[in-house]
């Protein structure tokens, strides 16, 4: 299985896209894990480490894709 | 089947989200269907009204997910 983690802060851009995106994912080969960086702010130097920029935001095999735009990392901290 | 649409224009940025993103979709779930928007200058309209407003980006269900950031519409005219 390959490892996949979306960033989101709860924000209603995050929220559409972890249901309409983050769910339409191969469960076959893919295995998501869901960070939400506003409660879990021990997160975000990982994120960041990934490239991450923005929420929401899909790290695949170290590769951030960010998904349209809801807050910026800076602003979750 | 539901029906996404993987709007592109070739460039970097691009292929690298349809090769981890847009193949990365649930294939039992999801048609995807690609389209190079600077060679077929004629879809730009659709994915216009669709929302899309830089490639490349996914349309779900008539909901526009931006990727990243390759173009926007307006260069491909």
């Not at 506003?38 to 480490?49: Q, V």
């Amino acid at each position: 299985m390959i490892q996949a983690t979306f960033y989101h802060a709860g924000c209603p851009v995050c929220i559409e896209a972890e249901q309409g995106f983050a769910t339409a994912m191969n469960p076959s080969v893919y295995t998501v894990e869901t960070v939400h960086l506003g409660e879990d702010k021990s997160r975000i130097a990982e994120a960041e480490a990934m490239g991450v920029q923005s929420v929401p935001a899909l790290v695949i095999e170290g590769v951030p894709y960010h998904i349209n735009f809801g807050a910026s990392i800076a602003d979750l901290k």
